[in-house]
């Protein structure tokens, strides 16, 4: 897919570019990656980052867990779960994102739109 416009785009999309990285077995990695920089851009230290940061914090601690995808298929393992979990959680981070960002004015543009590159740069 193209890549994501906006936070609403990326929560939309993210079924689609998730389900790619975890059939090519890269969403642990990428999931973990995006976790990171996400929690770099919201520092619980800056007032209103918090529900931000904490969906930042269930990501990071989510993603190692994801189990790799054609390992699993071999051994009848079924992973579809976690690849939904990781689906829900991206949208929920991004969707949230952007309520805080457009409608609440309580985050920056700066940061909605380095969360939106963080989004582009793992998923794209």
Same mark, same amino acid.
């Given at each position: 897919?193209?890549? =994501?416009?906006?936070? @609403?785009?990326?929560?939309?999309? *993210?079924? +689609?570019? #998730?389900?790619?990285?975890? &059939?090519?077995? !890269?969403?642990?990695?990428?999931?973990?990656?995006?976790?990171?920089?996400?929690?770099?851009?919201?520092?619980?230290?800056?007032?209103?980052?918090?529900?931000?940061?904490?969906?930042?914090?269930?990501?990071?601690?989510? =993603?190692?867990?994801? @189990?790799?995808?054609?390992?699993? *298929?071999? +051994?009848? #393992?079924?992973?579809?779960? &976690?690849?939904? !979990?990781?689906?829900?959680?991206?949208?929920?981070?991004?969707?949230?994102?952007?309520?805080?960002?457009?409608?609440?004015?309580?985050?920056?543009?700066?940061?909605?739109?380095?969360?939106?590159?963080?989004?582009?740069?793992?998923?794209?």
């Amino acid at each position: 897919m193209p890549a =994501a416009v906006d936070l @609403i785009d990326a929560a939309g999309q *993210a079924p +689609v570019d #998730l389900l790619a990285r975890w &059939q090519a077995d !890269t969403l642990n990695a990428r999931l973990v990656a995006f976790a990171a920089t996400a929690t770099a851009i919201f520092p619980t230290s800056t007032a209103n980052n918090a529900p931000i940061a904490n969906w930042c914090s269930v990501i990071s601690a989510f =993603a190692p867990s994801i @189990i790799n995808f054609t390992q699993a *298929a071999h +051994v009848g #393992l079924n992973t579809i779960p &976690q690849y939904q !979990t990781a689906v829900d959680y991206v949208y929920r981070l991004c969707k949230l994102a952007n309520y805080y960002n457009v409608t609440l004015g309580l985050i920056t543009n700066a940061q909605a739109a380095a969360l939106l590159a963080a989004y582009n740069a793992q998923f794209p």
